[in-house]
T-cell receptor
Framework: GAGVSQSPSNKVTEKGKDVELRCDPI?????LYWYRQSLGQGLEFLIY????????KSGLPSDRFSAERTGGSVSTLTIQRTQQEDSAVYLC????????????FGDGTRLSIL | GDSVTQMEGPVTLSEEAFLTINCTYT??????LFWYVQYPGEGLQLLLK?????DKGSNKGFEATYRKETTSFHLEKGSVQVSDSAVYFC?????????????FGTGTQLKVEL
């Protein structure tokens, strides 16, 4: 079956531009997570969606970052006015529900800010 | 807040050697513990997990035991293979604060040589 799908796989953009990263979770998974993997910070939690509940945004590093999840499925992570420190691999994961079940990760989007 | 500490890499071993990667954690509640693996050019994959004290997770010859008294979850394998070369991440999820977000260690790169 299909795993977590992320697009694009690579994105290069100029400083100051906005970017949108997409995540298509495994069908039927109600929980969706975004993480960031960067050289200086390791793997960091960004945001968590569970069903129709209000998302946990506690990991978003600044108000330039936002995320939406439409229809309980696809999610988009938006970074406005990108900065060089935003360069990282952005990972999406999903799990059947928001318990201690394992999270299934996509291959990530490698974002490079010039 | 929650944190995970794992040994610095890279760890370089000869094939068939014994592997230990140390992991200790700090959490406010009763976390579940995980080891994830990232093979070269691939996404994060769950390797094994344990959800309560004294549980042992195992997969592909790897084992880790949840030790509450020492707040540890060390990864072990009796005989490593070249194909085990990867980056290994220890992680915890703690529902105390709500949600199921993962807190990761910094990762340990393992290189296995013939």
């Amino acid at each position: 079956g299909a795993g977590v799908s992320q697009s694009p796989s690579n994105k290069v953009t100029e400083k100051g531009k906005d970017v949108e990263l997409r995540c298509d979770p495994i069908s039927g998974h109600t929980a969706l997570y975004w993480y960031r993997q960067s050289l200086g910070q390791g793997l960091e939690f960004l945001i968590y969606f569970q069903g129709n509940s209000a998302p946990d945004k506690s990991g978003l590093p600044s108000d330039r970052f936002s995320a939406e999840r439409t229809g309980g499925s696809v999610s988009t992570l938006t970074i406005q006015r990108t900065q060089q420190e935003d360069s990282a691999v952005y990972l999406c994961a999903s799990s059947p529900k928001g318990d201690h079940g394992p999270q299934h990760f996509g291959d990530g989007t490698r974002l490079s800010i010039l | 807040g929650d944190s995970v500490t794992q040994m610095e890499g890279p760890v370089t071993l000869s094939e068939e050697a014994f592997l230990t990667i140390n992991c200790t954690y700090t959490a406010t509640g009763y976390p579940s513990l995980f080891w994830y693996v990232q093979y070269p050019g691939e996404g994060l994959q769950l390797l094994l997990k344990a959800t309560k004290a004294d549980d042992k997770g195992s997969n592909k010859g790897f084992e880790a035991t949840y030790r509450k008294e020492t707040t540890s979850f060390h990864l072990e394998k009796g005989s490593v293979q070249v194909s085990d070369s990867a980056v290994y991440f220890c992680a915890l999820s703690d529902r105390t604060g709500g949600g199921n977000k993962l807190t990761f260690g910094t990762g340990t790169q393992l290189k296995v040589e013939l």
